[in-house]
C-alpha cells in the first residue's frame, strides 16, 4: 500500500463535468480526466482493506456488492498512486477485457462497496480505471495479441454486444478461429446503438474493434442470423456456436391509444439518433426526431435518462419522465446498510439537464400512463396519467402499485419513448436454433452452465442472465468463453 494515511489526507476529486447548458450542443462526451498526477492522489485514497468488497462481486441481499468482474481494485489504485500505469493497466486487463467501456457506463458498483463509502467519499475506481486504461492506449501499451498457435476449432459467436466481444476476444486468443455475426449494419450491439454517444463516444468502440480485427476476428455485418443466415450453417460450419444477442424484447405499455403514432421504445429512439448521428450528422433526417415536441418517457432507469438527456439535445419543447415506484430516500435507510447497493435518489446526466434547461426535475413517482390521446389523424397529443400507491397482497406478500381512483390528470405528449425494460431475448434467434427457453424467457442452460439444450450450442449475456449491466454481460462473455473452450479442449486455461 503506497500512501496507508491517503484516505485521510486527500479528498476525492472527480474529472470536470462540463456545465449541462454547454454539452446539451452536441452529443459529445462531456467529462474531461484529471491530470495524471491529481488522479494518482485518487488512487493514494484505496486503503487496501482487509476485505476488499470493491471486488467481491458478490449478491448480498438480492442485489450485486462490488465488481462483477473482481477487477483488482485495491492493486491497481496503488500502481496510479505510485504512478506505475503499465503494470496498473496490465492488472487491470487481467479481469477486464474492455476497461474503456466500463470506465464510461458502468454505475461503479466497486465504488458503492468501497470501504471508504462508510464514512465518506468511496475511492475514485471508475475514473481511475478510464485513467489506467487511456493511458495505456495513448502510450503504445495496449498491442494485439494474436495467439502464436491456432487450433484448427472454429467458433461462431452471434451478436456483437459487450458479452460476444468478450467471449470471441478470449477464445480468439486461446487459439480458435473466432467469427462474429452482428445483424445490423456496424459491430458493437448494445454499445453501439442502445448507448448514446455523449456517454461512450463510438470512436472508444472503433477503437477496439479494429485490434479485435488485427488479432484475427472475422466480423460480418448485416447478418440477421435465424431471418437472413440459416442457423444451419452456423451448425454446419462451426465447431461451437455461441448465442450473445441481448434481452432485446422490450416491454410495452398497454393502454387504450396504444396504436397513435408518436409511440416508441426506447431502443429503437436511441437506435435511430446515434444511426443517423454517424451516417450523416443528422443530415439524412432519419431518426425519431424530438425537437419542438413534449416528450414523455415511461422509465426512471438507465435508458430512460439517456432518452431524456437526448431529447433534450434534440431541442425538445419538455420533457417529463414517469417512474412507478415511490421517490428512493435520499441516505440509505436502515434495512440497506453498506456494502448492500445503495437505494437512494440519483439524479444523472439526462435528469441535471433537464433540470437545467426546463427548471425542474422530469421525474414523476409512483405514475403511469392510464391512456393515450390523440387527434383525428391518428397523431398522440396527450397523455391521461393517474397515480399509483403501494399495497400489499395479502395472499403472496407482495407489495404491487395499484391506481389511485380520482387521481387522474392529463399532460400534452407529442412523442412517448417507452423505457420500461426487457422481457428476456427476441425468440426467433434460439428458436432458430432449437434451444429451449425458460420462463423469464431467456435461454436455458443448467444453473452455473453456458451450454444450451443444443449440444455445442452456448449462450451468454442478457440472452443468459436477463436485462442487466454492460459489466456482467462481460463477465458472462468471459465465462461462456471458457466453457466452450473447455468443451472444445478437454481442459480450458482460460
Known amino acids: 500500500m503506497g500512501k496507508p494515511t491517503g484516505f485521510l489526507e486527500y479528498e476525492r476529486q472527480d474529472s470536470y463535468c462540463e456545465p449541462p447548458l454547454k454539452r446539451i ?33 458478490q449478491m448480498i441481499a438480492g442485489m450485486a456488492s462490488g465488481c462483477p468482474l ?27 477485457c474492455f476497461p474503456e467501456f466500463t470506465s464510461r457506463v458502468c454505475p461503479a458498483l466497486c465504488e458503492a462497496a468501497c470501504t471508504c463509502n462508510l464514512n465518506g467519499e468511496p475511492v475514485a475506481t471508475k475514473e481511475n480505471e478510464r485513467a489506467i486504461i487511456e493511458y495505456a492506449w495513448e502510450h503504445g501499451i495496449v498491442q494485439p495479441e494474436p495467439p502464436k498457435v491456432r487450433t484448427g476449432k472454429k467458433v461462431a459467436v452471434v451478436g456483437s ?3 460476444g466481444l468478450a467471449a470471441a476476444m478470449q477464445l480468439n486468443r486461446r487459439g480458435h478461429s473466432v467469427t462474429v455475426f452482428e445483424r445490423r449494419d456496424r459491430v458493437g450491439g448494445l454499445l453501439r446503438y442502445g448507448i448514446p454517444n455523449m456517454k461512450l463516444e463510438k470512436s472508444v468502440l472503433d477503437r477496439r ?22 442457423a444451419r450453417e452456423l451448425l454446419r460450419d462451426f465447431d461451437r456456436v455461441l448465442l450473445c444477442c441481448g434481452a432485446s424484447n422490450p416491454r410495452d405499455i398497454q393502454a387504450p391509444g396504444r396504436e397513435l403514432q ?4 426506447a431502443v429503437e429512439f436511441l437506435t435511430s439518433v446515434t444511426k443517423s448521428l454517424l451516417d450523416s450528422s443528422f443530415g439524412d433526417k432519419k ?11 415511461i422509465g426512471g432507469g438507465d435508458t430512460g435518462n439517456d432518452c431524456v438527456g437526448t431529447s433534450i439535445r434534440l431541442g425538445a419543447k419538455s420533457v417529463t419522465q414517469l417512474e412507478m415506484m415511490p421517490k428512493p430516500p435520499a441516505q440509505r435507510a436502515e434495512n440497506n446498510p453498506w456494502p448492500e447497493w445503495p437505494k437512494i435518489l440519483k439524479t444523472d446526466y439526462g435528469q441535471e439537464e433537464s433540470i437545467a434547461v426546463f427548471g425542474k426535475d422530469p421525474r414523476i413517482y409512483q405514475t403511469t400512463v392510464a391512456e393515450f390521446m390523440g387527434n383525428k389523424k391518428g397523431e398522440l397529443k396527450k397523455l391521461k396519467l393517474v397515480s399509483l400507491a403501494p399495497r400489499k397482497d395479502e395472499k403472496t406478500g407482495r407489495v404491487n402499485m395499484v391506481p389511485v381512483e380520482g387521481s387522474e390528470k392529463i399532460i400534452p405528449a407529442d412523442l412517448v419513448l417507452i423505457a420500461a425494460g426487457f422481457l428476456g431475448s427476441e425468440p426467433y434467434v434460439s428458436d432458430a436454433f432449437g434451444a429451449k427457453r425458460n420462463a423469464r424467457s431467456n435461454v436455458e442452460t443448467r444453473p452455473g452452465e ?18 442487466s449491466l454492460v459489466v456482467w454481460a462481460i463477465r458472462e462473455g468471459r465465462e461462456a468463453a471458457r466453457a466452450v473452450d473447455e468443451s472444445l479442449m478437454g481442459y480450458t486455461n482460460l
Not at 431518426?287 to 418517457?297: N, Q, R, T
Not at 452456448?458 to 440472452?463: L, N, V
Request: charged share 25%.
Open 161 to 163: 454486444g459487450p458479452s
Open 25 to 57: 450542443q452536441d452529443f459529445h462526451e462531456f467529462h474531461t480526466p484529471l491530470p495524471l498526477e491529481k488522479q494518482r492522489l485518487q488512487g493514494a485514497r484505496c486503503m487496501a482493506c482487509g476485505v476488499p468488497f470493491c471486488q467481491a462481486g
Open 450 to 467: 453456458y451450454e444450451t439444450s443444443v449440444p455445442g450450442v452456448f449462450t451468454a449475456g442478457d440472452m443468459h442472465r436477463g436485462q
Open 70 to 96: 473482481r477487477n483488482l481494485c485495491p492493486e491497481w489504485n496503488d500502481l496510479v498512486y505510485l504512478g506505475n500505469w503499465e503494470e496498473a493497466y496490465r492488472r487491470l486487463a487481467k479481469t477486464n
Open 287 to 297: 431518426y425519431i426526431d424530438a425537437k419542438d415536441k413534449h416528450v414523455v418517457v
Open 209 to 230: 474493434i479494429r485490434l479485435m480485427e488485427e488479432e484475427g476476428i472475422t466480423f460480418v455485418t448485416n447478418a440477421d442470423v435465424g431471418r437472413e443466415k440459416d
Open 262 to 265: 408518436g409511440i416508441h421504445f
